[in-house]
């Protein structure tokens, strides 16, 4: 029997192939998005600090030394290296924790150094960002943001292709032990139902469905 999947060509196979991970996502037909209670409006990070990740640069600014002030990149391996601070691990802290770190190491050498870390080129840890998986224009993994929306979410990868069930999408909430919420994205994008719009917490994955019909 020939295969009829792959008689629709590559890109057919290819929203066959993510339908069936997003319906195992899902759980199978045990039970569906819409069994699942609706995401809360807001998602209670209000005490919300940035995590330092990979890729991330910071600028180290040393009060009255710039000899020993400047911007240096996260490597992959979460550390940084600057002046008399080599191999500090920057990844999982806050710009504060390892500002407090580089005062320890300059200590040794210099007297009562105070130091501020700007993060700049944000990217934060993989456990902080937020990814978006199946139909969505450009699906893809988001720095997380304090009050993010999941509006914002949909703007950052270009809305819901024309094969999207928008209002059976789900979001896989990390921070709760994976628990799952269903989300309006249909609603919200294509009639401007403004309720429909929750905040997204750090580490969120918003899956996005195939429409069979």
Known sequence: MPNRVFHRGAGGAWRWLVAALVFLALGGCASGPRDLPAAPATAGT?????????????????????????????RPDGKISAPLVDELVAQGKTSVQIAREVEKRLATYVRDPVVTVIVTGFVGPFSEQVRVVGEAARPQALP???????????????????????????????????????????????RGDVSANVEMRPGDILIIPQSFF
């Open 46 to 74: 209000g005490d919300y600090s940035y995590i330092v990740g990979a890729g991330d640069s910071l600028n180290i600014i040393v009060w009255r030394n710039p000899e020993l002030s400047g911007s240096y990149p996260v």
């Open 144 to 190: 997380f943001r304090q009050k993010m929306t999941v509006l914002d979410v949909m703007i950052a990868v270009g809305g819901l292709t024309d094969f999207a069930d928008g209002n059976g999408a789900t979001i896989l909430r990390t921070a709760e032990g994976n628990k799952q919420y269903s989300v309006r994205l249909r609603d919200l994008i294509r």
